[in-house]
Structure formats: structure tokens, C-alpha cells
């Protein structure tokens, strides 16, 4: 069983930056494909960004490239999204994944803003 928990959403201005993070409990963090995924208001979720276990692999949205960055720290079981350049479209809530062939968690979420 794995928890998470995300941290660090919140209200900022169109171009600015946030940084989130998502704690996980458990041993096997480091064993985990870790992601990023989204829902705006009125919106499916929809995916942001995922880092392998290793961190070999990198993948984000077409919509996200080049602003945001996933990294991952396995010694503090974390996984960071550094979000720069936000835009309005940017607004939803956010919330951390932790998958592997077998399992899928998620946590609850923490708010992004962006205004304009």
C-alpha cells in the first residue's frame, strides 16, 4: 500500500512559477513509475508528466513541455513537478500517481490557480 501526498498548489500570477511535491509512504517508492495528471473544472483528468522509477524515462503533454519539469528524489521518497511559464490554462487540480503493472494510487490532490 502506498500514500501520497501532494503539497505545494496554490494562487499565482500568469507567468509565474510553482513547485509541487508529492510524499510517498512505503519501502518500495524507488520501485514505482511516478506521474503528474490534472482536472480543470468541467474537464476530464488528463496526463502531465511521468518519470520512471529510475528516472530513464521522461514523458509530458504537449501542452506542458518546456515549462514543466518532473523530477524525483528516492532516498526522500518525493517526486516534484517545477511548473514555470503558468498560464490561466494551467488551472486545475493536481494530483500525484504511483503505478506499476499491478498497482495504482493516487492522492488527493492540491489546487493550482493562475490568474491572468
Known amino acids: 500500500q502506498v500514500q501520497l501526498v501532494e503539497s505545494g498548489g496554490g494562487l499565482v500570477q500568469a507567468g509565474g512559477s510553482l513547485r509541487l511535491s508529492c510524499a510517498a509512504s512505503?519501502?518500495?517508492?524507488?520501485?514505482?513509475?511516478m506521474g503528474w495528471f490534472r482536472q480543470a473544472p468541467g474537464k476530464e483528468r488528463e496526463f502531465v508528466a511521468r518519470i520512471t522509477s529510475t528516472s530513464g524515462t521522461l514523458n509530458y503533454a504537449d501542452s506542458v513541455k518546456g515549462r514543466f519539469t518532473i523530477s524525483r528524489d528516492n532516498a526522500k521518497n518525493t517526486v516534484y513537478l517545477q511548473m514555470n511559464s503558468l498560464k490561466p490554462e494551467d488551472t486545475a487540480v493536481y494530483y500525484c500517481?504511483?503505478?506499476?503493472?499491478?498497482?495504482?494510487?493516487w492522492g488527493q490532490g492540491t489546487q493550482v490557480t493562475v490568474s491572468s
Open positions: 512505503g519501502r518500495t517508492f524507488s520501485s514505482y513509475t
Open positions: 500517481n504511483a503505478f506499476t503493472t499491478s498497482e495504482d494510487y
